[in-house]
């Protein structure tokens, strides 16, 4: 069957929407019909090279969409289930898996890396007969897409596939790096650094667990703003403040919980500067793979705790249905995140927005 995708071909390049060749689902994949996809920070990043894929490959990862076909094997979702898929193909088998962490499933690198399937082969083809991957085993800037059946999380017909969308990736890595990476519990303090799609997310859940000081710092004003819209108690603007004084001057020495957002050096280590002697910095931006960090080990003595988090430390078939009742009852503002909504056509004009630091997210609605 034919779908209309945007495939990269060259880092730093647009990225070509072009109609492509899909095969049909194989043993433990569906095929999904996207409704909507968010345009993730890791997109850009693919773009720019700072997380390598094999190219060419269609990007896009926070999806949903309507089961068209499933492949065999395959009994937990059928055609015409509504799902959202998430980043993890949920193998079941790998170390991972059976430690109940499907969010570092081994075989996410395949999809992650290397833009293919859990069975080591590829869905899609050009016109010139060349193999195209896709982001995660996902590639959801597509009308279709063939996708391990593990990443597929089934929700009600009723939920709007447009702005769930979101829960896929940013909002999952986000909210549950609150929720599940660690224990922030009622009248706790945070500082949020980087207030994009996941930042937005943690403090969501840090509104959501009960923090009654949540600090948003962000360079943009809009951004700032949104934060504040969504759950943050304040709003600080890194380009005119020393943001770590200030947030321990606010807190009494400092925040209980810090959360990195962004991916880079500086901020991870103003992260690490900003909890109290017993806090914790999580780091959930995503770095460059040489990036190195020059920490005052003097805080361990402390115990203060320097922590990551993978995709919010979620398991997506618990995770991904709280989450959706959390935005049916209004209590995750999703669609006050969502600054765009555009066409496929769109892709490369959003992506270079999301480079200068504009807006949250911007989502594409497929017809």
Same mark, same amino acid.
């Given at each position: 069957?034919?779908?209309?995708?945007a495939?990269?071909y060259a880092?730093g390049?647009?990225l070509?929407?072009?109609e492509?060749?899909?095969? &049909?689902?194989?043993?433990?994949?569906?095929?999904?019909r996207?409704?909507?996809?968010?345009?993730?920070?890791?997109?850009?990043?693919?773009?720019?090279?700072t997380?390598?894929?094999?190219?060419?490959?269609v990007l896009g990862?926070?999806? &949903?969409?309507?089961?068209?076909?499933?492949?065999?094997g395959?009994?937990h979702?059928?055609?015409?289930?509504h799902?959202?898929?998430?980043?993890?193909?949920?193998?079941?088998?790998?170390?991972?898996c059976k430690?109940d962490?499907?969010?570092?499933c &081994?075989q996410m690198?395949k999809?992650?890396?290397k833009g293919?399937?859990?069975?080591? =082969?590829?869905?899609?083809?050009? =016109?010139?007969?060349e193999?195209?991957g896709?982001?995660?085993?996902?590639?959801?800037?597509?009308?279709?897409?063939?996708?391990?059946?593990?990443?597929?999380i $089934?929700?009600?017909?009723?939920?709007?596939l447009?702005? &769930?969308?979101?829960?896929g990736c940013?909002v999952?890595?986000?909210?549950?790096?609150?929720?599940? =990476?660690?224990a922030?519990?009622?009248g706790?303090?945070?500082?949020?650094?980087?207030?994009?799609?996941?930042?937005?997310?943690i403090?969501q859940?840090?509104?959501?667990?009960?923090?009654?000081?949540?600090?948003?710092?962000?360079?943009?004003?809009e951004k700032?703003?949104?934060?504040?819209?969504?759950?943050?108690?304040h709003a600080?603007d890194p380009?005119?403040e020393?943001?770590?004084?200030?947030?321990?001057?606010?807190?009494?020495?400092?925040?209980?919980?810090a959360?990195?957002?962004?991916?880079?050096?500086?901020?991870?280590e103003?992260?690490?500067?900003m909890?109290?002697?017993?806090?914790?910095?999580?780091?959930?931006?995503?770095?460059?793979?040489d990036?190195?960090?020059?920490?005052?080990?003097l805080g361990?003595?402390?115990?203060?705790?320097f922590?990551?988090?993978a995709?919010?430390?979620?398991?997506?078939?618990?995770?991904?249905? $709280?989450?959706?009742?959390?935005f049916m009852?209004?209590e995750?503002?999703?669609?006050?995140?969502?600054?765009r909504r555009?066409?496929?056509?769109q892709?490369?004009e959003?992506?270079?927005q999301?480079g200068?630091?504009?807006?949250a997210? =911007?989502?594409?609605g497929?017809?």
């Amino acid at each position: 069957m034919k779908t209309k995708a945007a495939v990269l071909y060259a880092i730093g390049e647009p990225l070509v929407i072009e109609e492509l060749e899909l095969e &049909a689902p194989r043993e433990n994949e569906i095929l999904i019909r996207c409704v909507a996809s968010g345009i993730c920070h890791s997109d850009y990043s693919v773009r720019d090279g700072t997380l390598g894929l094999t190219l060419p490959a269609v990007l896009g990862h926070e999806g &949903a969409g309507i089961v068209e076909a499933v492949g065999k094997g395959v009994t937990h979702v059928v055609p015409g289930d509504h799902v959202i898929v998430s980043l993890t193909p949920q193998c079941g088998v790998c170390v991972f898996c059976k430690e109940d962490k499907p969010y570092l499933c &081994a075989q996410m690198s395949k999809g992650l890396t290397k833009g293919l399937q859990p069975d080591g =082969s590829k869905r899609l083809k050009n =016109s010139k007969g060349e193999e195209i991957g896709q982001l995660l085993a996902l590639g959801t800037f597509s009308e279709r897409a063939v996708v391990p059946a593990g990443t597929a999380i $089934k929700v009600a017909s009723n939920v709007p596939l447009e702005s &769930a969308c979101l829960i896929g990736c940013g909002v999952t890595t986000g909210v549950g790096a609150a929720l599940n =990476s660690v224990a922030i519990t009622p009248g706790d303090s945070v500082a949020v650094i980087g207030c994009g799609g996941v930042g937005l997310s943690i403090i969501q859940g840090a509104r959501i667990a009960g923090a009654t000081t949540i600090i948003a710092i962000d360079p943009i004003a809009e951004k700032r703003q949104l934060a504040l819209d969504v759950g943050a108690t304040h709003a600080l603007d890194p380009t005119g403040e020393n943001v770590v004084k200030q947030v321990r001057k606010m807190t009494g020495g400092g925040v209980h919980f810090a959360f990195e957002a962004l991916g880079r050096k500086e901020t991870i280590e103003q992260a690490w500067a900003m909890p109290r002697v017993t806090g914790t910095a999580v780091i959930v931006g995503v770095p460059k793979k040489d990036t190195m960090l020059d920490l005052p080990v003097l805080g361990f003595f402390g115990e203060k705790h320097f922590k990551g988090s993978a995709y919010g430390s979620s398991v997506p078939s618990r995770d991904i249905p $709280k989450y959706v009742d959390l935005f049916m009852s209004g209590e995750l503002k999703l669609d006050a995140m969502i600054t765009r909504r555009i066409a496929l056509e769109q892709v490369n004009e959003a992506l270079d927005q999301m480079g200068r630091g504009e807006g949250a997210r =911007s989502v594409i609605g497929f017809g």
